[in-house]
Nanobody, 117 residues
């Protein structure tokens, strides 16, 4: 069974940086498109960044220029580097794995990111 486990969240000051990690187990990581989503209280879950099986990336307008998604297939891990963090980036960040980029989807349990002084 495919499982996703996120880590790296926490409290960071405005303008700071952090890197989230997500490890996929129970499946062939090479065959999964990976993405980061986030959800703030009272808001719908939204896509932050996506990286396909072939390494193609895309970003939400809200994080373009501040976020960078990458993957290490040898470590079954996807990363999200976020810089110049803003209070509005506060959310639970979820990792999603999609088999062959568009088929069955799997979610992690989420990691809290709080941007506050």
């Amino acid at each position: 069974q495919v499982q996703l486990v996120e880590s790296g969240g926490g409290l960071v000051q405005p303008g700071g940086s952090l890197r989230l990690s997500c490890v996929l187990s129970g499946g062939d990581f090479d065959l999964y498109g990976m993405a980061w989503h986030r959800q703030s209280p009272g808001k719908q879950r939204e896509l932050v960044a996506r990286i396909g099986m072939n390494g193609t990336t895309s970003y939400a307008d809200s994080v373009k220029g501040r976020g960078s998604i990458s993957r290490d297939n040898a470590k079954n891990t996807v990363y999200l580097q976020m810089n110049s963090l803003k209070p509005e980036d506060t959310a639970v960040y979820y990792c999603k794995g999609s088999f062959l980029d568009t088929l069955r989807h799997y979610w992690g349990q989420g990691t809290q990111v709080t941007v506050s002084s």
